[in-house]
């Protein structure tokens, strides 16, 4: 079956700018989360959806970043007002039920804000 | 924040040689999970282990876990060009919100 998918790929955009990142998870996956990685890092975790649900946000850097899920499938990380720090590859990855069974990870955003 | 560390943060070897990459993370865990990233994009699951296990093997892989150590291992036997990418481990913190936290990761090269 498909496995998760990530658009765009590559997103340029200049300071100031608003960005929107989607994520399509694996079908069936409850469980979602939208990590962040920067060069030379370990993925670091964004905010994770059980269902619907922002069950965890707490990785969130600021209140620029907010994350959708409206109908328990594909979801949105949305970004305000960028900035050149927000530059990263944005990866999203689903499971079954949470962090207790393997995640899925999809390719990626990369995002570079100018 | 990262909560593991990986180590080395670098490992170059021949193909056929073994590689182990060490983890070391802060708080008790539920689980350990290793994952294998190419080119710095999406990640691949490789093999979890729960607290309550001490080795688990799949394939050429062989994860060890020390819970008192805090502490895992990963062993690459007779490794290929293929096996080139960076690993890293996550850990599925107890009382930690049903998330991974992961560490710093470790960049193989495997050399013909």
């Known amino acids: 079956g498909a496995g998760v998918s990530q658009t765009p790929s590559n997103k340029v955009t200049e300071k100031g700018k608003y960005v929107e990142l989607r994520c399509d998870p694996i079908s069936g996956h409850t469980a979602l989360y939208w990590y962040r990685q920067s060069l030379g890092q370990g993925p670091e975790f964004l905010i994770y959806f059980q269902g619907t649900g922002a069950a965890d946000d707490s990785g969130l850097p600021n209140d620029r970043f907010f994350a959708v899920r409206p109908e328990g499938s594909v979801s949105t990380l949305k970004i305000q007002r960028t900035e050149r720090g927000d530059s990263a590859v944005y990866l999203c990855?689903?499971?079954?039920?949470?962090?207790?069974?393997?995640?899925?990870f999809g390719p990626g955003t990369r995002l570079t804000v100018t | 924040s990262q909560q593991g560390e990986e180590d080395p943060q670098a490992l170059s070897i021949q193909e056929g040689e073994n590689a182990t990459m060490n983890c070391s993370y802060k708080t008790s865990i539920n689980n350990l999970q290793w994952y294998r990233q190419n080119s710095g994009r999406g990640l691949v699951h490789l093999i979890l282990i729960r607290s309550n296990e001490r080795e688990k093997h799949s394939g050429r892989l062989r994860v060890t876990l020390d819970t008192s150590k805090k502490s895992s291992s990963l062993l690459i036997t007779a490794s290929r060009a293929a096996d080139t990418a960076s690993y890293f481990c996550?850990?599925?913190?107890?009382?930690?919100?049903?998330?991974?936290?992961f560490g710093t990761g470790t960049q193989l090269k495997v050399e013909l």
């Open positions: 990855a689903s499971s079954p039920h949470g962090a207790a069974y393997e995640q899925y």
């Open positions: 996550a850990t599925d913190l107890a009382g930690g919100g049903n998330k991974l936290t």
